[in-house]
């Protein structure tokens, strides 16, 4: 046996038996893709159907989703298509003809708009602490209108000059340090001191500001307002909000096509966070700084969670990759990495096709942020020993629409 031979990847049999056990998604912690939510009880006490995007990218569907997790209420899920990513099911369009998300059934009643629908969950099942019509939350709502407004001000126009661009700035500073001040002064970390409905309501776009503005403006929201670090940290000890948290690199490519186009300030810091956010290493700062991603460590089964996920789509992902006709190997090598921590050089002229599936790792519709972590680190770790293109990039993500995201072919495929 030549001394000088790479190492052999793992088999997909010895692979299969390192992977993490698949979780109980019907009475176990909050995932992207339960399809049916018990709670312990029995399913003839449901009454609610949530319709919902299959990626978990709309912040209208996180909303109401934590919400029933939260009050957990039992409920069944439906998923359907986002306009950026794909078409819409005709079943969904006949039930909802301008194919608006989230919808939801209850009691055999239909309902759109999330606002809307919190509001007649209330009348149902009871509040999660102060209802969205009490004065306290109606102010907070109206707080987080205009933190949104200032964000899509200073992320949405394009060609901003230097003034303009500090301007807009600093009037995000403004909302957001109001934002802050409104956490300061409850009796715990939340807006009203426990967990509410006010809080779910400035999670999702929150959350994708964090994202946006560091790819984008080099801007760290956590760092740079201590008060909305402590909130996030908060709602990160909550099984609830880490089974639908996503992470930067998602929301930084979801958001172009779903916001008419997000724009970069090109300076020195966001050049950059965006390049550590797309290419690694993870976590984007250096181990001096906290990570502006989570407050939460690594799981110990996070790179056993993320070896499930793809050998559950195994097949897809081998005959989905548009840059390898043979994709198995170069694959094998990659997960290798991930679950044994021993480099595994893939076949010469692979590292485009591991990097295509780098980018589009989707949290949390495939796996959670860790696990995600662990993945890319690996799919980067084997493209680097590409001993012929290990420099080589694949595609730009697409920036007007994800149809490169669309779900059908993986639920024709093999649905997880």
């Excluded at 793992?10 to 979780?23: G, H, I, K, R, V």
């Excluded at 929150?206 to 946006?212: F, G, L, Q, Y």
Aim: hydrophobic share 40%; glycine share 6%; proline share 10%.
């Amino acid at each position: 046996m030549d001394s000088c031979a790479p190492p052999e990847p793992l088999s997909w049999e010895a692979l299969n038996d390192l992977a993490a056990p698949e979780p109980d998604l019907v009475h176990g912690p909050t995932s992207a893709r339960a399809r049916l939510r018990l709670f312990g009880q029995e399913e003839a006490a449901i009454r609610v159907t949530l319709y919902r995007d299959h990626h978990a990218w709309c912040p209208y569907c996180q909303k109401v989703w934590l919400w029933l997790e939260e009050r957990r209420i039992p409920y069944r899920i439906r998923k359907v298509t986002m306009f950026c990513y794909g078409d819409k099911e005709r079943w969904f369009t006949q039930l909802v003809p301008s194919g608006m998300l989230p919808a939801l059934e209850l009691d055999g009643r239909l309902l759109t708009e999330s606002d809307r629908i919190l509001e007649a969950l209330e009348r149902a099942f009871g509040s999660l602490g102060p209802g969205m019509q009490e004065p306290r939350v109606q102010q907070l709502r109206q707080l987080e209108r205009l933190l949104f407004r200032a964000w899509c001000q200073w992320l949405c126009v394009p060609g901003l000059g230097a003034t303009a661009e500090r301007q807009a700035r600093e009037t995000f500073d403004r909302y957001a340090a109001a934002m802050g001040e409104a956490i300061e002064t409850g009796p715990g970390p939340f807006l009203l001191g426990e967990l509410s409905t006010a809080d779910l309501v400035f999670v999702p776009y929150v959350e994708r500001m964090n994202a946006s503005l560091a790819y984008d403006k080099g801007y760290l929201l956590r760092q740079r307002h201590p008060a909305i670090d402590r909130w996030f940290s908060a709602l990160e000890q909550r099984p609830t909000y880490l089974g639908t948290q996503s992470d930067f690199h998602t929301h930084a490519h979801d958001l172009p096509p779903q916001m008419g186009g997000c724009h970069a300030n090109g300076s020195a810091e966001q050049r950059h966070l965006s390049q550590r956010i797309d290419q690694g290493p993870w976590p984007i700062v250096d181990g001096t700084q906290p990570d502006p991603e989570t407050s939460q460590a690594e799981p110990p089964q996070a790179a056993a969670l993320a070896l499930a996920r793809v050998l559950k789509h195994r097949s897809a992902l081998l005959q989905r990759n548009p840059l390898a006709q043979d994709f198995d190997r170069p694959l094998r090598c990659a997960l290798t990495t991930l679950i044994s921590g021993r480099p595994c050089p893939p076949p010469a002229g692979s590292a485009p096709a591991l990097r295509y599936l780098r980018d589009r790792i989707c949290v949390p519709r495939d796996m959670p942020l860790h696990a995600a972590r662990r993945l890319r680190r690996a799919l980067e770790a084997a493209a680097s020993l590409d001993p012929e293109a290990a420099g080589l990039q694949g595609p730009e993500i697409p920036r007007q629409h994800r149809r490169d995201q669309n779900p059908l072919p993986f639920l024709g495929l093999q649905a997880g």
